[in-house]
């Protein structure tokens, strides 16, 4: 099971921080999965898309990156051959909206407030230390045309769709997007299976936000809910639990050590996450989710990385 993890956990990465033109995008193939009712899983590279398919059209959530938008075209063709109406974006992050301009050439793309700033700006992304990159100003075509600041509904395929902004988790522009007639919910990357979280606090993220996102989420759903996460493959409501679990289990230990008065290099040194070790992987390994707890719990952003050897 962890040589799986950690590849998908290297390819996340990978794809975060190379820029595009160097990645070679012709030999990913889309992979089409139905979820439940009228709602599809569409993986390739970069973050999970969702799709509600039916009369009306289709929405969807998330598009991956720009060399990839033909091919995510294309498979949704091979679903219906009814028009897209609508795309959503969970967040900002390149692996989840590269598409955008491609795609609203033919619908228009709808994001919390937050997330058209960012593509807008750009600027630097990360934990606040060892893991960040620079976020490139998008152009306007690829910019949401439709924001709002707390949530928004789109009544399509019989589906009341509705993305519900999550302040301060993995950003601070963050949409979760329930499918309640299909019983399917999209978590964006305030949920994924490759690990330890990559949390941007830098981009406004916090592992307080994000556990606020997973729990009210897991209060709110039924039971035998489907879970696209942001990365890897359909997940239970269980799979949440374990999930948050871990992140308030490394929370609490990070927040007893600087109770303590340790330090930085203090934790990282008597290897205070090692219980959770198993969750380390290539991406987020353990001493960057150390970091990234350290900067979120202590208020540090980029442009303020921890100084230790």
């Known amino acids: 099971m962890r040589k799986p993890r950690i590849l998908l956990a290297t390819l996340i990465f990978a794809s975060i921080l190379a820029a595009t033109q160097d990645e070679d995008f012709s030999k990913v193939q889309i992979k089409v999965t139905r979820v439940a009712g009228n709602v599809y899983m569409l993986e ?10 039916g009369d009306d059209g289709i929405v969807v959530v998330d598009d991956q990156y720009a060399p990839l938008a033909e091919k995510i075209q294309n498979a949704l063709k091979g679903i219906t051959d009814k028009p897209v109406r609508f795309i959503i974006n969970t967040h900002y992050h390149e692996d989840h909206t590269g598409g955008n301009a491609y795609f609203q050439k033919q619908a228009p ?3 919390h407030d937050n997330v058209r700033k960012r593509l807008e700006s750009g600027g630097l992304a990360g934990n606040g230390s060892s893991v960040h990159f620079d976020a490139k100003p998008q152009p306007k075509a690829a910019l949401p045309i439709i924001t709002f600041d707390h949530d928004v509904t789109v009544h399509l395929n019989g589906e009341d769709i509705r993305a519900l902004y999550f302040p301060a988790g993995h950003t601070d522009g963050d949409a979760i997007v329930f499918f309640p007639k299909s019983n399917v919910v999209h978590m964006g990357d305030d949920f994924g299976t490759y690990g330890f979280p990559f949390i941007d606090v830098g981009s406004g993220g916090s592992i307080d936000g994000m556990i606020d996102a997973v729990e009210k989420v897991i209060a709110q759903m039924p039971p035998d809910v489907k879970v696209i996460p942001g990365h890897g493959p359909i997940c239970s409501l269980e799979d949440m639990r374990v999930y948050v ?3 308030k289990e490394t929370r609490e230990v990070v927040q ?6 340790r330090t930085f290099d203090q934790m990282k040194q008597a290897r205070i996450l090692d219980s959770w070790k198993k969750y380390s992987g ?6 960057a989710y150390l ?10 952003t980029s442009g303020k990385f921890i100084k230790h050897n």
């Open 44 to 53: 390739g590279a970069g973050g999970n898309i969702g799709a509600s398919v």
């Open 109 to 111: 793309i709808i994001a």
């Open 245 to 247: 679990k871990m992140l």
């Open 256 to 261: 007893k050590a600087l109770k303590e008065g």
């Open 282 to 287: 290539d991406f987020i390994t353990e001493d």
């Open 291 to 300: 970091e990234t707890l350290f900067n979120s719990l202590t208020g540090r």
